[in-house]
Nanobody, 114 residues
Framework: QVQPVESGGGLVQAGGSLRLSCAASRAFFAFAAMGWYRQAPGKQRELVATITPGGSTSYADSAKGRFTISRDNAKKTVYLQMNSLKPEDTAVYYC????????WGQGTQVTVSS
């Protein structure tokens, strides 16, 4: 598969947690900076978190202190641990390279109820 495959979304109450996974069957995955993005209804897709090949991370202000991005290069998988979820986190979540250079996958829906 060329596109990443995201999973782990669902419906959760505010304050809850979810762990998203992204499987990327791509050669040279270990050398790619990876990112998690999200798109809420009526809004543009935004970058939420990134992780470099070496494991350095960065986060959007909205995610700092609540979300943690990680990667397992042997499994070619990227994770996003989301804690203290808020209704405004409701969106479809996608993974891609840090520059969004791969074809986009289907994403995984995250819905946070108040």
């Amino acid at each position: 598969q060329v596109q990443p495959v995201e999973s782990g979304g669902g419906l959760v109450q505010a304050g809850g947690s979810l762990r998203l996974s992204c499987a990327a069957s791509r050669a040279f995955f270990a050398f790619a900076a990876m990112g998690w993005y999200r798109q809420a209804p009526g809004k543009q897709r935004e970058l939420v978190a990134t992780i470099t090949p070496g494991g350095s991370t960065s986060y959007a202000d909205s995610a700092k202190g609540r979300f943690t991005i990680s990667r397992d290069n042997a499994k070619k998988t990227v994770y996003l641990q989301m804690n203290s979820l808020k209704p405004e986190d409701t969106a479809v979540y996608y993974c891609n390279t840090g520059g969004g250079t791969w074809p986009w996958g289907q994403g995984t829906q995250v819905t946070v109820s108040s």
